[in-house]
């Protein structure tokens, strides 16, 4: 029976995950599998993939053949280097021990570059909030300048159209004294209309 390591998908629209089994490769994408290895969740960043090392590696050994998607996946949780080191462990290349001590070192260096990835995620989303905060603030502040602005300039307005009106009465006024000077009297607003 043809083996293949493959994702079986789950989860609800727009929202895939996955689940890494083996199964028989005539069966249905979802249907009857063998065993299952591990999960895998693309919805987060970076992707969460939970696989159980020694399962995956044992079905390599027995000859399964992982599809291209299962086969990046356990690239990147170092099952098929395990299984390569395995190799060379049963040809007598070289030692289990040294075979563990590269699969450790590999290990430790992945985990250090997914925090690496983690943190610079973390960072330029701070970075992008406060970014975000500053020019809002920015837009505040203008829009608080403007708002004094207007305001002072409808003070200055209102003023001057007071100040005009004043002026406007005293050369009323004025004009009514030089007419009493001349010794005529004022005109009403009558003899003006008529």
Do not use: C
């Amino acid at each position: 029976m043809p083996v293949k390591i493959r994702l079986q998908r789950h989860g609800k629209k727009g929202k895939p995950f996955y689940w890494v089994v083996a199964a028989d490769s005539r069966s249905k994408r979802d249907g009857k599998y063998l065993e299952k290895i591990g999960t895998y969740n693309p919805n987060t960043n970076p992707a969460t993939i939970d696989l159980n090392l020694d399962k995956a590696v044992q079905w390599l050994h027995n000859g399964a053949q992982p599809t291209d998607t299962a086969r990046a996946i356990l690239s990147y949780k170092g099952a098929l280097l395990k299984h390569h080191l395995d190799g060379g462990v049963r040809k007598g290349a070289l030692t289990q021990e040294a075979a563990d001590a590269k699969l450790e070192k590999w290990l430790d260096e992945k985990a250090g570059k997914v925090t690496a990835k983690k943190d610079n995620l973390s960072s330029a989303k701070d970075k992008a909030k406060a970014e975000a905060l500053a020019a809002e603030k920015k837009v505040n502040e203008d829009r608080i300048a403007a708002a004094k602005k207007a305001e002072a300039d409808l003070i200055a307005a209102a003023s001057a159209e007071e100040a005009s009106a004043e002026a406007t009465e005293e050369t009323a006024e004025a004009t009514a004294d030089e007419a009493q000077v001349e010794g005529e009297a004022p005109a009403t607003e009558e003899e003006t209309q008529a």
